[in-house]
């Protein structure tokens, strides 16, 4: 029983243009949701959040909307670059504990 | 910077051996997590552990034990490898506290002949 979920396994942009990575989650109760960015061979790093008490929180180039009521999150990277090509990942958070969607892998081409 | 470091990158074993995956983190972090990677499933929390000699199982703990007997330091075992467990295996640690962003060492990849 996935409570996370990325449905797009893979998404191809061409540089310069938006990027919207989705996720939808089914458990109301979480508060706080991370998105990770993984390159091959490394492990993931913390790319952007947003409290459940918000419905955008914006840093540079990424911004992150959540509808509460959809229990849905998007991500969104304007503009997208080649170095964003990546495998992106939303973790809700339960407690203590991050749980992760199964990810959407972004190809950015020239 | 955070630094968890992982101590191998690759390793090949047998089935049945006993299996040790080392994790280290510099940053006084109380919390220390083990997930592994596998395609098209995510990341999923094998064991985490919230401070010293503790220990709660995740959501696929079968299979695997921990073992944290210093603040820095938290092992996964595997007691007898199977090859349903290649996969690549990632150690994460963070604060305590309301934000717990994760800080990721680089991932073991294992192998089980």
């Known amino acids: 029983d996935q409570q996370v979920k990325q449905n797009s396994p893979s998404l191809s942009v061409q540089e310069g243009r938006i990027s919207i990575l989705n996720c939808d989650y089914t458990?109301?109760?979480?508060?706080?949701f991370l998105w990770y960015k993984k390159y091959p061979a490394e492990g993931p790093t913390f790319l952007i959040s947003?409290?459940?008490?918000?419905d955008k929180n914006e840093d540079g180039r990424f911004t992150v909307f959540l509808n509460k009521s959809a229990k849905h999150l998007s991500l969104h990277i304007v503009p997208s670059q080649p170095g964003d090509s990546a495998v992106y990942f939303c973790?809700?958070?339960?407690?203590?504990?991050?749980?992760f969607g199964t990810g959407t892998r972004l190809q950015v081409f020239p | 910077d955070v630094k968890v470091t992982q101590s191998s990158r690759y390793l090949v074993k047998r089935t049945g051996e006993k299996v040790f995956l080392e994790c280290v983190q510099d940053?006084?972090?109380?919390?220390m997590f083990w997930y592994r990677q596998d395609p098209g499933l995510g990341l999923r929390l094998i064991y985490f552990s919230y401070d010293v000699k503790m220990k709660e199982k995740g959501d696929i703990p079968e299979g695997y034990s921990v073992s944290r007997e210093k603040k820095e330091r938290f092992s996964l075992i595997l007691e007898s490898a199977s090859t349903n467990q290649t996969s690549m295996y990632l150690c994460a640690s963070s604060l305590g506290g309301s934000r717990n962003i994760q800080y990721f060492g680089a991932g073991t990849r294992l192998s089980v002949l």
């Open positions: 940053m006084d972090h109380e919390n």
């Open positions: 947003i409290s459940s008490i918000k």
């Open positions: 973790a809700p958070r339960d407690t203590d504990k991050l749980i």
């Open positions: 458990n109301s109760m979480f508060d706080y």
